[in-house]
């Protein structure tokens, strides 16, 4: 069986790979978080599209073919695929965060393979954080359960725009369209709950192990109308998931060469976050609120009279007033909010509790200042039952509701508006650790 596998799989390996790629279509790169609990299939699921791409090393296929046969295995165990650590292998949960690359002919993927256990919530939220869509994986055996609440949570407060709940393991319940619709429903009724009314949600009916409605139809599933997964995610455009907001410049670094032939030069290195910048352009510089408009916008020894979101460039202006690093650009009447208090919810990701009065540092894009807890207003229960107000403490993996008092002014927009302006990170002084990641009201 294995053998046959591997066969096929060599006459076909040719057919889709990262080398065929058009060269326009490498620049088109998807990023996907996936989500489930321990055995839902996350490495079964991601193992099956890198095979079924044809994405695999003929190494690590062998790899994977031998140790299925050491396991007595007429299969091949494709969780074998992103197992990477000897330790999750021996436990079988994953426990850190792993990046998988793989593409077909119209689309390059990452995918972020975050943990399933619930004592490792903090790293879903850390994959998730910069993903433009996501996999949350459902044993059809046993429903919706508590994990389930919480990834789906997560995926609201991350505000990602496109989530797929695939129901995995559908041939264990024999394809059963009633189970399928059992969960259907009860996410949907969890979606019905939630603040953010903006997210797609798909449901496929899937056996990661077989292959059934990953990247081929399944017969098994004649009364399901739908996509298979790849061919849903192919669908997606990187472009258009991303959020588009107001235009963001955080300074990075000034630039002042202080050459013979660049004498006067004076740019402002940093990357377009929100929106678009165009020469001539009337721009705020906060925090001070000094006007002035766009003069030149460079990337190496070019000039371009337009920059877009994403674009990480130099900018020069009109007049010469004083910018330095933590600074923001922003467009004339699109000015964030600055001020030194703030609320947010936040997802705790330190042993030690998080209680009010105690002091972190805040990371702001590129700035950062001092940071007091004001109020510990609540917790927030990830099955949107409600929260439970003026805990004492939040302790590893719950999520809050917190407010903030600043040593200086930020400029920030709330994380719903600006998902890059919106959020920042806790450290602890005394450990140098990241203690919470913070999304702002």
Known sequence: MIKGLKLQWRKESNKVTSNNLPKENKMKVLKIATAGSVDDGKSTLIGRILYDTKSLTDDKLEAIEEKSRQRGFDYLDFSLATDGLVAEREQGITIDVAHIYFSTPSKSFIIADTPGHIEYTRNMVTGASTAQASIVLIDARNGVIEQTYRHFFINNLLRIK???????????????????????????????????????????????????????????????????????????????????????????????????EYHDFRGYAGKIYGGDFEVGDEVAVLPSLTKSKIKSINFFDKEYQKAKRGSSVTITLEDNVNVSRGDMLVKSNEEPTVAKQLEATICWMDKEPLLASQKYYIKHGVNDAQAKITQLSSIIKTDFSGKEENPSELVLNQIGEIQLKLSKPLAFDAYKNNKSNGSFILINPKTNNTVGVGFIK
């Not at 449901?203 to 077989?210: N, V």
């Not at 017969?219 to 472009?239: C, F, I, R, S, V």
Request: hydrophobic share 35%.
């Open 162 to 260: 496109d989530v797929v709940i695939a129901v995995n393991k559908m041939d264990l319940v024999d394809f059963s369209e009633e189970k399928f619709n059992t969960i259907k429903g009860e996410i949907e009724y969890l979606a019905s709950k939630s603040e953010y009314k903006g997210q797609n949600l798909t449901f496929i009916p899937m056996s990661a192990l077989q292959g059934d409605n990953v990247v081929h139809k399944s017969e098994n599933t004649p009364w399901y109308k739908g996509e298979t997964l790849m061919h849903h995610l192919e669908k997606l455009d990187a472009e258009d998931i991303n959020e588009i907001s107001q235009t963001r410049f955080p300074v990075q670094t000034v630039i002042r060469p202080k050459t013979e």
